[in-house]
Nanobody, 119 residues
Framework: QVQLVESGGGSVQSGGSLRLSCAASRSPFSINAMGWYRQAPGKQRELVAT???????NYADSVKGRFTISRDNAENTVYLQMNSLKPEDTAVYYCKLTVNIGSSTGAYWGQGTQVTVSS
């Protein structure tokens, strides 16, 4: 089974930066896309950013201009550079990997990493 290992979370002051990493173990399946989701206490998990194997990106409106998603295909790693962090960015951030399995797709989730932004 594919495993995702997340790192880079922590506590920062408002306006600070963090860089999240998510490394996927070698997979027998080709990667369709990778993305980041977040979930704050009492709230639904929401999409933050995604990047396809071809490099196309998509961002939630709330993070546009502040967050940047990127990937290192050789390392099967996806990153989320978070700048100008706000207290409302506080959440558990989850990495998601979507792979191609024949004509279907499968999804894998990381364990989550806590991001806390103080005012």
């Amino acid at each position: 089974q594919v495993q995702l290992v997340e790192s880079g979370g922590g506590s920062v002051q408002s306006g600070g930066s963090l860089r999240l990493s998510c490394a996927a173990s070698r997979s027998p399946f080709s990667i369709n896309a990778m993305g980041w989701y977040r979930q704050a206490p009492g709230k639904q998990r929401e999409l933050v950013a995604t990047i396809t194997s071809g490099g196309s990106t998509n961002y939630a409106d709330s993070v546009k201009g502040r967050f940047t998603i990127s990937r290192d295909n050789a390392e099967n790693t996806v990153y989320l550079q978070m700048n100008s962090l706000k207290p409302e960015d506080t959440a558990v951030y989850y990495c998601k990997l979507t792979v191609n399995i024949g004509s279907s797709t499968g999804a894998y989730w990381g364990q989550g990493t806590q991001v806390t932004v103080s005012s």
